[in-house]
């Protein structure tokens, strides 16, 4: 009998394996979906709606809370998608909660990274955008750019509720936060450059001061959008701010950058989708203390970027098995040559078709 009818007639069995996807590359271009990932992902949910297969989103990508990255996702593909599982490029901060839980941070980033951050608990939380505008003059270009102009002075847009006003420009920064991708590279570089070189303080010649730490959502040197080709990503802004730090500063830049390839990731990943499973089958498991917490045989990691991806997946180890789609960063016709993946396919839906081949 198939893996779904056994579950669907309440039999007990839990899935012996789980499945991360690539949201960027994989499931979609920009907002649209590519690959027959709707299709994909609907043959994961029994004939009630259930989910059969436990997965989640594992992207670099972010700028929004998870909450409302489900609910986007789940309009664009067309299945419910809960917050949990989504695990973005910053869903790890949170871990930096307590640490600077009442201390003043910078976060920038398109969308709204200081709302983000809000989210994860942070009391004192500033984007950059409004910690710049506080400073008069300190980008010398702001006045030929008329939307950042627009956006700095519209307050109004800003969510007050979740983003309290503080008066930046006399308290240290603790710690900055590159939540997505920047927007404004210019300005960026230079606001956080005075940032990091006067210990937090801009505009202040104290003699040094140590750097605040500085934490990047992500490494990605490229990945693909709606652009036919690839575009540049957080882990290329990096390069960018350390090359023109490290030119000015005796100091090199110090930083931290999480995201995937990064083994940690993939062990988070691991242990949400444990905790996934026993929700979606909680009419199979009835026995005390039984939280369905025991290891996966296989995990899949459906990815578009050899050395983001497939890279992650392989440095995670066992159980986790990589499958490298034609739809994204890489294009090749047989396997990448520095990352090879346990499996190079087309699209997700023949991904997933594998994958319930093998596993039913
Ligand atoms: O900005 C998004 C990009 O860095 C990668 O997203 O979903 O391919 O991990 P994803
Ligand atoms: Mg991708």
């Known amino acids: 009998r198939s893996f779904s009818s056994q579950l669907q007639s309440g039999q007990k069995r839990r899935s012996s394996f789980g499945i991360a996807f690539d949201i960027d590359g994989v499931i979609l271009r920009g907002k649209d979906p590519i690959g027959g990932s709707p299709q994909a ?111 700095a002075l519209d307050r109004s847009s800003l969510p007050l509720k979740t983003v309290p006003r503080y008066d930046v420009s006399s308290e240290t920064v603790k710690a900055v936060f590159v939540v997505s991708d920047p927007v404004d590279w210019g300005r960026d570089i230079q606001v956080l450059c005075d940032v990091l070189s006067c210990g937090g303080l801009p505009g202040q010649e104290n003699g040094h001061q140590p750097q605040p730490p500085l934490y990047f959502a992500a490494d990605d040197l490229e990945y693909q959008a709606a652009f036919p080709s690839n575009r540049l990503g957080m882990g290329a802004f990096r390069i960018a701010l350390e090359s023109v730090f490290n030119r000015i500063h005796y100091n090199p830049l110090e930083y931290v950058c999480f995201g995937k390839p990064d083994p940690f990731v993939f062990k988070n990943a691991e242990a949400m989708l444990k905790q996934l499973q026993p929700s979606y089958h909680s009419d199979n498991f009835k026995e005390p203390g039984d939280f369905g917490l025991q290891s996966f045989k296989t995990l899949y990691m459906i990815g578009d970027n050899p050395s983001v991806d497939v890279k992650g997946a392989q440095q995670a180890g066992h159980p986790w098995f990589s499958i490298l789609t034609r739809t994204g960063v890489f294009r090749g016709k047989r396997n990448h040559a520095e990352f090879p993946a346990d499996l190079v396919i087309d699209t997700v839906e023949e991904a997933v078709d594998y994958i319930l081949g093998r596993e039913c």
């Not at 994961?44 to 594992?58: E, I, K, Q, R, W």
């Not at 990255?69 to 869903?91: C, D, F, N, T, Y």
């Not at 984007?127 to 627009?150: R, V």
């Open 41 to 151: 992902l609907r043959r994961l949910y029994g004939d009630s709606g259930n989910l059969n297969v436990p997965f989640l989103f594992l992207t670099n990508g972010g700028g929004i809370p998870e909450s409302r990255r489900a609910s986007e996702l789940s309009e664009l593909l067309g299945v419910k998608i809960l917050p949990s599982q989504v695990l973005q490029g910053h869903s790890p901060f949170k871990s930096f909660m307590k640490r600077y839980e009442n201390q003043l941070i910078v976060a920038t980033g398109k969308g709204e990274p200081a709302v983000v951050m809000s989210e994860y608990g942070f009391k004192k939380v500033v984007s950059l955008d409004e910690y710049a505008s506080c400073f008069e003059n300190i980008d010398p270009l702001a006045q030929y750019k008329k939307w950042t102009t627009k956006q």
